[in-house]
């Protein structure tokens, strides 16, 4: 498992996720730009969440939308820029993948723009049958 450095804290379980501090960065990022504040508190509420504290402050996120017996989609995962570099994504997927809820998922799935080599290097792939995968994108939806 990937060390935190010093003064760096896991949290995980809804109680010790800061709700506006993951609203204020969703909101800007390239994926979810606009979300309103609620959509964000009910999908995290509907999720497994783990962030990373430091000095008081949520620095880095995550999220899982599982059914716990055989699939979980990753969702929201960011670091604040200012805490990039220190290892704290990596952590966060150690965390996630060596959870004993999810050992025995039969599959992960996520989406990425740019963070492709963070996934590699924790034995993600580009699925290797992408004629058997199908979306439906608003991405309009929170304009």
Known sequence: ?????????????????????????????????????????????NSFCVAIVHGGAQVAFARLVTDRATFAYLADVYVLEAHRGKGLSHAIMDFLQSHPDFQGLRRWALFTRDAQGLYAAHGWQEYPYPDRMMTRDDPDVYR
């Open 1 to 45: 498992m990937t060390m935190l450095p010093d003064g760096y804290r896991l949290v995980s379980g809804l109680a010790e996720i800061d709700v506006a501090a993951a609203h204020a960065y969703l909101t800007r990022s390239y994926w979810s730009e606009g979300i309103p504040f609620e959509t964000v508190e009910r999908a995290l509420a």
